[in-house]
């Protein structure tokens, strides 16, 4: 990759590249170091050990998110209160940065497609920070996940869940999937949500911070990183949902979603499009397919 081939990155914008990948690696490693040292005294402990872990992971997962955020530049703004611990929770997804954000508010076991796991250096953070991963298109293994979310809830962790199955670039929310809200219709749980929107001041959000078009990670990564600075608001919904049937549920938490959604800008010419030399290397990840899933997908 070439400055010209990633849209901001002349001189200036490549150092705020390196300089904020460097911060966010050297954070995301050391907090990592202290989470799993702060675990070494709870191994032995076979009835409190899970729960201690547990604290101490959601804890370290808002240090870890604020930290990182402020690194590289991205600004957060809550309306509503987020749900309480123990509760399933819904989002739309816009690109790998919802993690961070939704994190630094509201620490939550995210559950990501399977091939998250198979990445290198992301995949391992990925599961210690508790991911539950998902094959959807394996009917037992949607199943076994069904079961983990519920071991999480009763450790008293909050559980995300993107029903869209995919990222987009922010113009709607698309209609969800319910496979994974299928306990909750069953056992009567309150199902809460929270809506994300980015702003990028002079850039097109839509493309450089949502990760919805078949962009490389690296060079999407890299336009995001060299960005001024982004603005979230992360809207949590003032009531959850309750329905005894999954679709209903997924159906009424899309419909109050809606209601609150902002759409994300998009600005015309701003990113290179599809097939254009400028977009740089498309390699991902083992495991990752060119489309525009994300790994927590």
Known sequence: MTLSQTDPCRLPGWLRVAARAGAGLAWTTAVAALLV????????????????????????????A????????VRVRVEGRPPPSGTIVVSNHLG???IPVVDSVA????????DLRRWPFLGPLASLGG??????????????????????????ERVLVFPEATSTSGATILPFKSALLADAAARGLPV??????????????????????????????????ALPRVECTVRFGRRPVLAGDRKELASELRRRMMGAFEPVEVLPNRY?????????SRSAPPGRPRRRSTPHS
Do not use: N
């Open 37 to 64: 040292a702060s675990w070494t005294p709870t191994v032995l402990s076979r009835r409190s050990g899970a729960t201690k872990r547990a604290g101490a992971r959601r804890l370290a997962k808002r240090i870890w």
């Open 66 to 73: 604020r930290g990182l955020l402020l690194a590289v530049g």
């Open 96 to 98: 790998y940065i919802d």
């Open 107 to 114: 620490p939550t076991v995210f559950v990501a497609r399977a």
């Open 131 to 156: 991911t539950i991963f998902v094959d959807r298109a394996t009917k037992s293994d949607v199943l076994a996940v069904r079961r983990r979310m519920l071991e999480a809830l009763a450790r008293r």
């Open 192 to 225: 809460y949500w929270v809506t994300l929107t980015y702003r990028a001041p002079g850039a097109s959000a839509g493309d450089r911070v949502c990760w919805g078009s078949d962009v490389g990670f690296v060079a999407h990564l890299a336009g995001l990183l």
């Open 272 to 280: 290179p499009p599809q097939g254009d030399a400028r977009t740089g």
